[in-house]
């Protein structure tokens, strides 16, 4: 029963976050030299910090013919969309799923089902609310092309926000990740745009919870 409470809130934490917990402890020990109150503001500010690089083993569905969510978080868009230009899908519109996380989310970013990374492409940008429709154009943002094994191709963008200021991918192109594999990750608050491939019809509503590499978003159809 304790190992069981223990592991509900004390999750992994992705390698990314261990320096700025680090910084947060240290700036707390300060604070508590300083003065003690100050030191507990800082105590729960290091906790926010582990907790906001949480990086939970999540539990893939594996049955053929599925997308899943890319991130934890809400649906905040849903509707027919150009892909940015960079990712080389194309002018036609492409069925966009947009899922804005908040700064309480798990920030790990997953694929959202497998295949090969044909493009990784990177644009600078503004730092505009990621719940703003027009953050897919202007802010900074990294994408990545996807290719299925039938052939058709979809995107994910990894989308700054208004606190974000770093884009992580450590996936390459020609790497080929299975579905739920994590490819990235975001600091702090942001959004990722899921650009459906040819026939995908989507299985998510606005305003529905997402779960990384868990809840279904898309059926790939035939």
Known sequence: MGLSMMSTFVKPMHP????????????T?????VWEPLGWVGAGLTVWVYYFFRDPERVT????GIMVSPADG??????PAIPPAELGLG???????????SVFNCHVNRVPTAGTIKKVAYRPGKFLNA????ASEDNERNGLTIALDDGREYGVVQIAGLVAR???????EGDYLGRGERFGLIRFGSRLDIYLPEGAVSKVSIGQTMVAGE?????LGS
Do not use: N, Q, Y
């Open 16 to 27: 990314e976050g261990r320096k700025f917990v680090a910084i947060a402890a240290v700036i």
């Open 91 to 101: 002018d036609a519109p492409m069925m966009r799923i947009s899922v804005f996380m």
């Open 74 to 79: 809400i649906v905040s868009l849903l509707e």
């Open 29 to 33: 020990a300060i604070l508590f030299i």
């Open 215 to 219: 809840t279904v978003i898309a059926d």
């Open 131 to 134: 719940s703003l429709d027009k």
């Open 166 to 172: 770093r884009i992580l991918c450590w996936s390459k």
């Open 61 to 64: 569905p594996e049955h053929a």
